[in-house]
């Protein structure tokens, strides 16, 4: 179709719905535009995507026979704003209420819903079945472009690379997360653990106090020691600069993606917000460097024989070089790769730390993996390795400290398996704390750190029925599954028998995803798992917790992780007397 042609049928519409009048009347007039709508949203969609198609072709798609508006707008949703659609509703809700505005959109229209933010459609997906179509498929695997605001601070990392560059790097960073190396790390988590309960010791019997500040330091620290190799405990503004600018920067990426008059970078850089987030990611980067360079150093003494490596890591000698197999490969990445290190493939004694697996790749070819990308990693795993855990151990100490019949179960159970000691002792004894794990899981369930997440689909899709065409943006509300009564039967209620084996054996495999699911999961769970449960484990071994709000009045706010909206308030009082 010629481009005389769509404008032929704008004059028609305006012809048929003005007669002679020179302009609409009124928004009852307006709302009748079809077309024009559709051509507006459609020119603001190529825009905005800063798509490099040539005018003519994105007036193009506007034909007919290539009806990515009509396709949209045959799911059920709200309609909004003649040509700015939901625009207004995601910039004025407040942040602490936009869960509830999705959830209102799930009510009203079903377990998918379609939206216009403006010129962009976005789909909501809010059931186990429609989440599995997505999320455990390969092809649907790149994320939104709105992940790429996060790029001044993580750069491409995993969490937001595509293609080989996601396929390559997530084969190398996942021994890095097995449990031969989270085994090694377990006295550093411990160790951790016992720091925030003495920590805590001034805060029992004060009428009220929030905890969040030390389970975000607690998890700071254990991120930083663990995987790291660097302990981090007397860098302390370092510390608090990095957790406020990390606060900043999620905020300013938040009121970003509501708003998609700041979508367009050059627009980004007008608004105050830009400036508040480049000096966010100043400090942010100034903690990743500093992480960085405490390692190298420490991995230069130790093999000048000065010293031996915090995390129990062996480096004999210089790395070796291995050849791995084509059929480890990704086929687009050639015929063999040649690789640094010793622990891609290995055997058990082999696996390495995550960021001595990035400096040995680093040291060895650092013409094709700079310092840079070494940081864009260590930006990656800092960021979801301490953020998302200390939300769900505060969560979890809140919904515990507001049931006490559950704690007593905790309590007991731990006084069962630890007997005396403070702090469990190794994998075996966490493995028998089964209660706390179901008490963790119902947590996730009830907040998950991760509310939502986004992927473009890769090619033309049914979901719930409905035929997505490729390249639209399509967001899974974990938040939602996970409070659907046909998988848990008492939704909104704290109840971790949810996640007693009887109970939990027969349950859709996409109903419960704190972690996400299929290959772009998680890569840290299992780490996750185990440090909440020893960071519990040592808690409440000391403590009883009683929380001050009601769950009515503790709002989650959302920017790109779920929190607790004005901290968590609460009293301690001590079981056994603090370790020295
Ligand atoms: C309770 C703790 C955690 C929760 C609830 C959680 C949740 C999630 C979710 C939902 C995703 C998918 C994100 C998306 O698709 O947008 C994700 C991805 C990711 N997580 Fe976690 N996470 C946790 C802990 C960790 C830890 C401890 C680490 C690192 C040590 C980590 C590293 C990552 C990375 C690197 C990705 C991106 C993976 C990829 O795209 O291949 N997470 N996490």
């Not at 050639?334 to 055997?347: E, P, Q």
């Not at 697996?357 to 390795?385: A, C, H, K, Y």
């Not at 979890?396 to 049931?403: Q, R």
């Not at 702090?423 to 966490?430: C, R, S």
């Amino acid at each position: 179709m010629h481009l005389t042609e769509f404008q032929k049928k704008v004059h028609a519409e305006v012809d048929e719905l003005l007669e002679d009048a020179d302009a609409p009347a009124n928004s009852k007039v307006l709302l009748k535009f079809n077309y024009l709508e559709c051509v507006i949203k459609e020119s603001m969609r190529e825009v905005t995507s800063s798509c490099t198609d040539n005018f003519e072709n994105s007036w193009r798609r506007y034909d007919y026979r290539y009806p990515y508006v009509r396709l949209l707008n045959k799911i059920p949703g709200p309609d909004g704003a003649p040509i700015f659609g939901c625009f207004f509703l995601g910039v004025f809700t407040p942040r602490n209420e936009i869960i509830s505005l999705f959830e209102n959109f799930f009510d009203t229209y079903g377990h998918i819903v379609r939206s216009w933010t403006g010129p962009i459609g976005v789909i909501y997906i809010g059931s186990a079945e429609n989440a599995q179509t997505i999320l455990s498929s390969t092809t649907h695997i790149d994320k939104c472009f709105v992940y790429d605001f996060f790029k001044p601070w993580l750069g491409s990392g995993l969490l937001i690379s595509t293609g080989e560059k996601w396929h390559h790097r997530r084969r190398l960073l996942t021994p890095a997360f097995h449990f031969t190396i989270l085994e090694k790390f377990f006295g550093a988590i411990v160790a951790n653990s016992k720091l925030l309960v003495k920590k805590l010791d001034s805060k029992t019997n004060l009428p009220k106090f929030n905890i969040v500040p030390y389970l975000t330091e607690c998890s700071l620290l254990n991120i930083c020691e663990t995987a790291m190799g660097v302990k981090m405990d007397k860098e302390i503004h370092l510390r608090d600069d990095y957790l406020k600018s990390s606060h900043i920067y999620n905020q300013t990426m938040y009121d970003r993606t509501m708003n998609p008059l700041l979508h367009p970078a050059a627009l980004f850089r007008l608004s105050s917000k830009y400036k508040r987030q480049m000096n966010a990611v100043e400090l942010l980067h100034k903690m990743s460097n500093n992480v960085i360079q405490k390692r190298i150093a420490e991995r230069q003494r130790f093999k000048r024989g000065e010293a031996t490596l915090s995390n129990d890591s062996k480096l004999n000698g210089r790395p070796k070089t291995i050849h791995i197999a084509d059929s480890d490969l990704n086929p687009k990445l050639g015929k063999c790769l040649k690789v640094s290190i010793r622990s891609v493939r290995t055997a058990h004694s082999n696996r390495r730390e995550f960021l001595d697996v990035l400096l040995d790749i680093s040291e060895q070819d650092p013409g094709s993996f700079t310092i840079n990308d070494v940081r864009e990693e260590v930006d990656t795993f800092m960021f979801e390795g301490h953020d998302t855990v200390s939300i769900a151990l505060y969560w979890t100490v809140y919904l515990v400290g507001l049931h006490p019949y559950i704690q007593e179960k905790v309590h007991t159970e731990l006084d069962d398996v630890l007997g005396s000691a403070d702090a469990p002792a190794n994998l075996k004894t966490l493995q028998e704390l089964k209660y706390l794990e179901c008490v963790i899981k119902e947590s996730l369930r009830l907040y998950p750190s991760v509310p939502v997440v986004v992927r473009t689909s890769g090619e033309d899709v049914i979901i719930g029925g409905y035929k997505v065409p490729a390249g639209s943006i399509v967001s899974v509300h974990i938040h939602r599954i996970h409070h659907l009564r046909e998988h848990y039967h008492n939704p909104d209620e704290f109840d971790p028998s949810h996640f007693f084996p009887e109970n939990a054996q027969s349950r859709h495999p996409f109903a419960y995803l704190p972690f996400s699911g299929g290959p772009r999961n998680c890569i840290g769970q299992k780490y996750a798992m185990m440090e909440m449960k020893i960071v519990l484990a040592t808690f409440f071994k000391h403590y009883k917790v009683k929380s001050l709000s009601r769950r009515e009045d503790v709002k989650v706010i959302l920017d790109t992780l779920g929190r607790a909206d004005g901290g968590i308030w609460v009293q301690l009082h001590k079981r056994r007397p603090v370790v020295s």
